[in-house]
């Protein structure tokens, strides 16, 4: 069968989540004809991806939240407006994902929580179908429990997901641990998908502490903690463009550019790991047995943090305060069933994107066909 991606190009989890899935349909026969990935002013494309898939890779403009000043959380304000200026722009790439499906010969678009990807459903009523995959669908299980605060906006979270798969077939809920189907939904609940690297890597305990911030203006706290510790070994990656991909600050902080090989490889040899509470990288985290501290940036984030320390992966914080992970990981004990949960992956995903098709490729086509004319 032929795949088509899209992908919401915000941060590395939906990328590398991407990246898999193709390793995974391939394995088994199958194509990946392109992926489409959305692109903002803010977000650059990573090149570990664009080196690591195999599908010609396309962008398109895409609704995504401005960072504040200080780069560390999304100005809400300044986002909506913002999109509400370049509405006509996101007509222009509907257009071009409608094209794009019926141009491809996809039997199959797989939507990585791509908002434009439910709108281009709604607008165009595009017959091919759709899976939605991600940890966001599990928002709409009705057994999932958002965090308790004063303040949340948890139902506009809800409606967001619902935006993002209009026209879906199915639901692909990743999930921390295995929580029940629900099938009048059309939501299954599947494993993480982390890269087989992930899989086959072995972890060590090292000395230093491994880091990963979506805004570069997290950097201001981690810098405030280390002038007070300057003996605790600090390793960061961050979203930042800057010239070199190394940027040491001194003998025990440094901070990296997003490269997949080595992040990977500086979590599998770290004491523990701090994040802005990114799904995949959280993932990765309790898969190689580190403790974890969460710093959500937004509300999505705090959703995941507060579902990974329900499996007791780690402590969330309102900011990068390393003395609390420390702290944390003297009486941390690994979740050793996330690991048999992660390796089912592979058979349980692909079943549920081989098996509504199986017995209805000559009708699928049928339909394409009348749709490209």
Avoid at 46 to 71: C, M, T
Avoid at 96 to 110: N, Q, Y
Avoid at 170 to 181: N, P
Wanted: net charge positive; with cysteine; proline share 5%.
């Amino acid at each position: 069968m032929k795949y088509l991606f899209i992908v919401q190009g915000e941060g590395r989890g939906h990328l590398t989540q991407a990246m898999t899935l193709e390793k995974m349909l391939e394995r088994h026969g199958h194509q990946v004809v392109g992926i489409l990935v959305g692109k903002s002013k803010s977000r650059h494309l990573p090149e570990f991806f664009v080196k690591g898939v195999h599908a010609p890779v396309y962008q398109f403009l895409s609704i995504n939240f401005l960072p504040s000043a200080a780069n560390r959380k999304p100005n809400m304000f300044k986002s909506i407006a913002y999109n509400i200026a370049v509405a006509p722009k996101y007509v222009g790439s509907m257009n071009f994902i409608r094209k794009t499906i019926a141009s491809c010969g996809a039997d199959v678009v797989v939507n990585f929580y791509e908002l434009l990807t439910g709108l281009t459903y709604m607008l165009f009523r595009v017959p091919v179908p759709q899976i939605c995959i991600g940890h966001q669908y599990l928002f709409l299980h009705k057994d999932f429990i958002m965090p308790n605060k004063a303040f949340g906006g948890y139902g506009w979270l809800r409606f967001f997901t619902r935006v993002t798969a209009i026209g879906a077939n199915k639901y692909l809920a990743l999930s921390f641990r295995r929580m029940q189907d629900l099938p009048q939904q059309k939501l299954k609940v599947v494993p993480p998908l982390l890269r087989q690297e992930v899989l086959e890597t072995i972890p060590e305990k090292g000395d230093y502490i491994h880091g990963y911030m979506l805004n570069s203006g997290f950097a201001e706290d981690v810098m405030a903690w280390h002038r007070e510790h300057p003996e605790v070994k600090l390793r960061f990656f961050w979203d930042k463009e800057t010239e070199k991909p190394l940027t040491v600050i001194d003998d025990t902080l440094s901070f990296h550019t997003l490269d997949d090989a080595e992040f990977l490889k500086q979590m599998a040899g770290c004491l523990a790991y701090a994040s802005t509470a990114g799904f995949e990288s959280v993932c990765e985290a309790m898969l190689l047995e580190k403790p974890i501290l969460m710093v959500p940036s937004h509300i999505e984030q705090e959703c995941n943090a507060f579902d990974a320390m329900k499996s007791g992966a780690g402590i969330s914080s309102d900011r990068f305060d390393l003395g609390l992970l420390l702290d944390f990981t003297k009486g941390f004990k690994p979740d050793y069933d996330f690991g048999q949960w992660v390796r089912s992956a592979e058979s349980i995903i692909l079943n549920e994107l081989e098996i509504h098709y199986k017995d209805s490729d000559i009708l699928v086509n049928r339909i394409k066909r009348k749709f490209r004319k």
